[in-house]
């Protein structure tokens, strides 16, 4: 079972790229997916800068290093940041939507689908398997049942890829709620995305964490977590898992998983796990350890 590290979701700062994924390097992971995936608007990294850092990530270590596009296009910038992605000479990309997926295919390139292509049946996957498909990134919200019965009819081998550990990327959107959240239209929002490190906690009139909004996108407002569920992903055919980069706490995270991959015994406070079991994503089904 591989651990992967998903691409940033927030907005950070450049040095503070740089030096998150210089530490990365030294942990126990096997691939790295990195590249703006939520707003082309964010600029710390542009198009040639992260295919730099991933060639000079690749050129250091061992670990894949793959590219991962935006989620969302809404413009011919984002579209052509998406092509200069595609063509960076040699590294896998992870496609989030299915304009990168046709630049790739075109191209007779090798690829990832990414969580946010809505794949729910093995004839959508054997179809994208056809296009160049390697890996499918599940849909954050997808069950254990669900994924066992497409996996089941699916005739060909597949790597797939949980998103075992992370605030879940649920939804995006053309308006930025951050900007909103600011009063600020969205066009001259200043980028002030990077104020917000870990995005901006979006509360129940209960005051239950309920989201967290990230500029255009909207996360789960508990990370999920489904280190407790380790022995379900075999009967699921799942080949690696994917843990969503935190700025705080990572490499405990990332050592809760390696631990249990090497004696089956870990484990990690907090997080939830509901959609894993077809219940409210919000439920705490097992505890984490």
């Given amino acids: ?6 691409p ?54 061992e670990k894949s290093i793959v590219l991962s596009t935006l989620t969302l296009l809404e413009s011919n910038a984002d579209l052509n940041l998406v092509k200069r992605l595609c063509e960076n000479d040699g590294l896998l990309v992870e496609a989030n939507d299915m304009s990168a997926v046709q630049i790739l ?5 090798p690829f990832v689908c990414g969580s946010a292509i809505n794949i729910y049946n ?10 160049g ?10 069950g254990k049942l669900q994924l066992q019965t497409i996996m089941q009819a699916l005739d060909h081998e597949l790597e797939v890829e949980v998103f075992a550990y992370g605030h879940m990327p649920l939804a995006y959107s053309a308006r930025c709620f951050t900007a909103r959240h600011l009063n600020m239209d969205k066009d001259s929002c200043g980028y002030r995305c990077i104020d917000y490190p870990h995005g901006l906690a979006l509360n129940t009139q209960e005051n239950e964490h309920l989201f967290v909004i ?22 699921c055919k799942v080949t690696a898992l994917r843990l969503s980069p935190q700025w705080q706490a990572m490499q405990d995270i990332i050592r809760a ?30 505890k984490a350890g």
């Fill in 1 to 6: 079972m591989q651990l992967t590290l998903g």
């Fill in 8 to 61: 940033i979701q927030y907005y950070w700062p450049r040095n503070d790229i740089h030096s998150f994924y210089e530490a990365m390097l030294h942990q126990p992971i096997e691939r790295i997916y990195l590249g703006e995936v939520v707003c082309g608007k964010r600029h710390e990294l542009r198009a040639n800068d992260w295919i730099e850092l991933a060639q000079q990530l690749q050129s250091y270590s």
């Fill in 105 to 109: 295919s075109q191209a007779k390139l």
């Fill in 122 to 131: 093995h004839h959508t996957l054997e179809y994208l398997q056809s296009l």
């Fill in 133 to 142: 498909m390697q890996r499918w990134v599940v849909p954050v919200e997808m």
């Fill in 214 to 235: 990230n500029g255009i996108q909207t996360l789960s407002g508990q990370p999920v977590n489904l280190l407790s569920h380790w022995q379900d992903f075999d009967s």
């Fill in 257 to 286: 998983f390696d631990a249990i991959r090497l004696d089956n015994k870990s484990s990690l406070e907090g997080g939830v796990d509901g959609y894993w079991l077809s219940k409210p994503g919000l439920d705490i089904i097992a």
